[in-house]
């Protein structure tokens, strides 16, 4: 087979990848992407990316084989033990000290979901405050693309060979053990909230402590590295810690991390972000060009009319996460911090206005949804409103996300209606 041919046979792959499955791997070092496409492909004894790509769509359960086969790195709760007790004897103190009793602490584990990452913090803070003060201030967020390993983290339930790297101390304590499988408490399976997160494509959590991403980033390209290096600044309280992997360092010119520990590969945030900097922080913001101060005032205006807006607004990314909510929607459907993120059908707004199909329908059709007469009743009121989903598409027509746009309507023009839906 010619190269030309090969190349566009793998374009064709991954155009499908990302089309119908939302996997964007575009951003990722190509010759990393190859060599583990091969490996899989040379397991199954297929040649060729277009056999390959025929297998794929006759067989759907290969799919999670292969994005586990392309997203697997060498990270495992307590592998290099010598930094995580770098990090539970000295970093999560200063974090606790940094603390007043009361006040939250939030961890982010990035990139990685399979969750054994997740419960070694979890177990880490856990010794430091005490279960009770662990479940009453501590949140942790575990990330990634991958739904099998996210179902599995939520699971907790994992084999020996699994937690080798963990003391037989904490699992003794943490966890409960049956047959070969050791499965974690449900007070701290209940303390960690696994969601789908794409480190290209999506805006960053915020007012995080502790961020771990450990043999993740050395997946991507130098410039995608740096950007998500820039997202994981604003992430970070003042006061918050970065935690790589060994083989990953800090490639960005300008310092935004500093070096707390170089060998644990354990930075402190620093310094300022720049306006060029600023902007990658929303991923559709990443393409912008700027070069004068007019146009950091046209991003602070239509952030302010999002804000500000009379109506109750909902930004969603094109998975349908929660990535935006002005005040007048966090009050009218009592969100919090905790669900951004969370896929908008989730929510309690998402299951009054049956969300998940009007996001399928949006994702088929590309125009813009409305839903009429809706009924919201809390245990304080009974409210109606209408609900307006505007696609937000790319110049090449592939969509990016949502915009919901909800208004509230006076009860007495509803009372005896019905909902009625359009688009």
Not at 14 to 33: I, P, V
Not at 42 to 51: A, G, I, N, T
Not at 196 to 207: E, T, Y
């Given at each position: 087979m010619s190269k030309s041919v090969c190349q566009q046979e793998l374009e064709t792959l991954l155009n499908y990848l990302q089309q119908n499955h939302a996997y964007n791997f575009s951003d990722y070092k190509q010759l990393n992407l190859i060599a583990r496409l091969q490996d899989r492909m040379q397991q199954l004894k297929v040649e060729k990316y277009s056999k390959y790509l025929q297998y794929l769509q006759d067989k759907p359960e290969e799919l999670n084989?292969?994005?586990?086969?392309?997203?697997?790195?060498?990270?495992?709760?307590?592998?290099?033990?010598?930094?995580?007790?770098?990090?539970?004897?000295?970093?999560?103190?200063?974090i606790i000290k940094s603390k007043h009793p009361d006040e939250r602490i939030r961890v982010w584990i990035a990139g990685y979901a399979c969750g054994q990452e997740a419960y070694a913090v979890s177990m880490?803070?856990?010794?430091?405050?005490?279960?009770?003060?662990?479940?009453?201030r501590v949140q942790i967020f575990a990330t990634g693309i991958e739904e099998d390993a996210l179902y599995w983290g939520r699971q907790g339930?994992?084999?020996?060979?699994?937690?080798?790297?963990?003391?037989?101390?904490f699992l003794s304590k943490y966890c409960e053990q049956i047959e070969q499988f050791y499965i974690f408490r449900s007070e701290l399976r209940r303390s960690i909230i696994f969601g789908r997160h794409d480190l290209v494509m999506n805006a960053p959590i915020s007012k995080i402590d502790l961020l771990v991403c450990r043999n993740v980033l050395k997946s991507f390209d130098a410039k995608i590295y740096a950007t998500i290096l820039i997202r994981f600044h604003f992430a970070l309280n003042d006061n918050g810690f970065l935690f790589l992997g060994k083989t990953e360092s800090l490639t960005n010119e300008k310092q935004i991390f500093i070096p707390v520990s170089m060998k644990h590969s354990i930075f402190h945030k620093a310094g300022n972000l720049s306006l060029q900097e600023y902007l990658q922080i929303r991923?559709?913001?990443?393409?912008?060009?700027?070069?004068?101060?007019?146009?950091?005032?046209?991003?602070?205006?239509?952030?302010?009319?999002?804000?500000?807006?009379?109506?109750?607004?909902?930004?969603?990314?094109?998975?349908?996460?929660?990535?935006?909510a002005n005040e007048q929607a966090r009050t009218l459907f009592d969100l919090k911090d905790d669900d951004l993120g969370v896929r908008v059908q989730?929510?309690?707004?998402?299951?009054?206005?049956?969300?998940?199909?009007?996001m399928k329908r949006l994702n088929r059709d590309r125009c813009l949804i409305s839903k009429k007469n809706l009924k919201w009743t809390t245990s304080h009121s009974t409210r109606y409103f209408?609900?307006?989903?505007?696609?937000?598409?790319?110049?090449?027509?592939?969509?990016?996300?949502?915009?919901?746009?909800?208004?509230?309507?006076?009860?007495?023009?509803?009372?005896?209606?019905?909902?009625?839906?359009?688009?």
């Amino acid at each position: 087979m010619s190269k030309s041919v090969c190349q566009q046979e793998l374009e064709t792959l991954l155009n499908y990848l990302q089309q119908n499955h939302a996997y964007n791997f575009s951003d990722y070092k190509q010759l990393n992407l190859i060599a583990r496409l091969q490996d899989r492909m040379q397991q199954l004894k297929v040649e060729k990316y277009s056999k390959y790509l025929q297998y794929l769509q006759d067989k759907p359960e290969e799919l999670n084989v292969l994005i586990d086969t392309i997203l697997k790195h060498s990270t495992d709760s307590f592998s290099e033990r010598d930094s995580w007790d770098y990090l539970a004897n000295k970093i999560i103190p200063q974090i606790i000290k940094s603390k007043h009793p009361d006040e939250r602490i939030r961890v982010w584990i990035a990139g990685y979901a399979c969750g054994q990452e997740a419960y070694a913090v979890s177990m880490l803070l856990a010794e430091a405050l005490g279960m009770e003060q662990y479940l009453q201030r501590v949140q942790i967020f575990a990330t990634g693309i991958e739904e099998d390993a996210l179902y599995w983290g939520r699971q907790g339930r994992y084999s020996d060979s699994e937690l080798a790297d963990i003391p037989r101390e904490f699992l003794s304590k943490y966890c409960e053990q049956i047959e070969q499988f050791y499965i974690f408490r449900s007070e701290l399976r209940r303390s960690i909230i696994f969601g789908r997160h794409d480190l290209v494509m999506n805006a960053p959590i915020s007012k995080i402590d502790l961020l771990v991403c450990r043999n993740v980033l050395k997946s991507f390209d130098a410039k995608i590295y740096a950007t998500i290096l820039i997202r994981f600044h604003f992430a970070l309280n003042d006061n918050g810690f970065l935690f790589l992997g060994k083989t990953e360092s800090l490639t960005n010119e300008k310092q935004i991390f500093i070096p707390v520990s170089m060998k644990h590969s354990i930075f402190h945030k620093a310094g300022n972000l720049s306006l060029q900097e600023y902007l990658q922080i929303r991923p559709e913001s990443a393409e912008k060009k700027v070069h004068n101060s007019s146009d950091f005032q046209i991003i602070h205006f239509w952030q302010a009319a999002f804000q500000n807006s009379p109506f109750a607004l909902l930004a969603v990314d094109c998975h349908g996460c929660l990535i935006m909510a002005n005040e007048q929607a966090r009050t009218l459907f009592d969100l919090k911090d905790d669900d951004l993120g969370v896929r908008v059908q989730d929510l309690e707004i998402g299951q009054v206005a049956n969300l998940r199909d009007l996001m399928k329908r949006l994702n088929r059709d590309r125009c813009l949804i409305s839903k009429k007469n809706l009924k919201w009743t809390t245990s304080h009121s009974t409210r109606y409103f209408d609900i307006y989903i505007t696609p937000i598409i790319k110049p090449n027509g592939s969509l990016i996300g949502a915009n919901l746009t909800c208004i509230a309507i006076p009860l007495p023009n509803y009372e005896g209606s019905i909902p009625v839906e359009i688009g």
